[in-house]
């Protein structure tokens, strides 16, 4: 069974940047698709970015795009979310989850999931 470990979150001023690291253990991670979803108390959680192990294909939720980068190292089985330019309501839980196989960003997906990393953007 995988098994996800999330890293990297804290908090940081706006503007800043972050790297998130999701380390995946007790299974292959070859055909996954790994996803960073983000949680709010009171609020629906959101696909923030995901990738595909099979075809390098990533996604961006629009609320993301162009300050967020995901990547992935096959080898050590880590995916890693870089945040960049960082607003405060970029503040929830990180959570690294996987699905066997491809699919679309949505959380409805995925079974396996990580604990949560918590970032915070205040001043």
């Known amino acids: 069974q995988l098994r996800l470990v999330e890293s990297g979150g804290g908090l940081v001023q706006p503007g800043g940047s972050l790297r998130l690291s999701c380390a995946a253990s007790?299974?292959?991670?070859?055909?996954?698709?790994i996803g960073w979803f983000r949680q709010v108390p009171g609020k629906e959680r959101e696909g923030a970015s995901c990738?595909?192990?099979?075809?390098?294909?990533?996604y961006f939720a629009p609320s993301v795009k162009g300050r967020f980068t995901i990547s992935k190292d096959s080898t050590e089985k880590m995916v890693y979310l870089e945040m960049n330019s960082l607003k405060p309501e970029d503040t929830a839980k990180y959570y690294c989850?996987?699905?066997?196989?491809?699919?679309?960003?949505?959380?409805?997906?995925?079974?396996?999931w990580g604990r949560g990393t918590l970032v915070t953007v205040s001043s």
């Open positions: 990738i595909s192990f099979t075809d390098n294909i990533a």
């Open positions: 989850a996987a699905h066997d196989g491809y699919v679309v960003c949505d959380e409805d997906y995925f079974a396996i």
């Open positions: 007790g299974g292959t991670f070859d055909d996954y698709t």
